[in-house]
């Protein structure tokens, strides 16, 4: 005997459990540790230990103080009323101050804005990012930078000043 409705139900069982393409997960390339205060990732309010994109943006407010560790090993204190964006996964410095720190011998790449590059192994800087200019200081170890008009490296001590100027498109309203 033909039982037309069974073959329907086993029909309908197996287009209903037919796999659907699981949801989009945007990559993360960073970890933030919140340590005081107001701390955004991409405008949203960030909890500790919040997983940040490859092309994410980390903003504290005044009072916000927060720590931005990199899959690739480099760790960023950013102070209060700072803005870090990432760039594929690469830290770049928009506005306020962070202090840069990198452990060994794998070089890891730091940006302050759109003009200059900072590289780094085993080093520690702080950077200052502001409208008009900024400040570069190393603390430990050495750091090579370039920008658009000069090139070189800078030792523990050593500071490269008003390096930074006012481009187009680097976020610094009113340059």
């Known amino acids: 005997m033909r039982r037309p409705h069974l073959a329907l ?17 945007s ?7 919140v340590l005081h205060g107001d701390v955004s990732i991409d405008g949203a309010p960030a909890r ?11 903003r504290t407010g005044e009072h916000g103080r927060a720590i931005l560790r ?10 209060g009323d700072a803005e870090v ?4 996964g690469q830290p770049r410095v928009i506005r306020g101050r ?9 070089e890891h790449v730091l940006s302050q804005g759109e003009a200059l590059t900072l590289r780094l192994t ?14 570069v200081v190393v603390v430990r170890g050495e750091v090579s930078f370039r920008s658009a008009d000069r090139q070189g490296q800078l030792a523990q ?7 930074v100027r006012c481009y187009r498109g680097d976020g610094l309203a009113g340059c």
Do not use: I, M, Y
């Open 98 to 106: 962070t202090f840069a720190s990198a452990w060994g011998d794998q």
């Open 157 to 163: 001590g050593e500071a490269l000043e008003d390096v």
């Open 122 to 135: 085993d080093a520690a800087l702080a950077v200052e990012r502001e409208r008009g200019g900024g400040r």
């Open 70 to 79: 990199t899959d690739r090993g480099l760790e960023l204190r950013v102070a």
């Open 85 to 88: 964006s990432l760039r594929e």
């Open 27 to 33: 990559a993360a390339c960073a970890t933030l540790e």
């Open 9 to 25: 139900a086993a029909l309908l069982a197996l287009a209903c459990t037919k796999k659907r393409p699981p949801p989009r997960v």
């Open 48 to 58: 500790t230990d919040a997983r940040v994109g490859c092309d994410g943006t980390v």
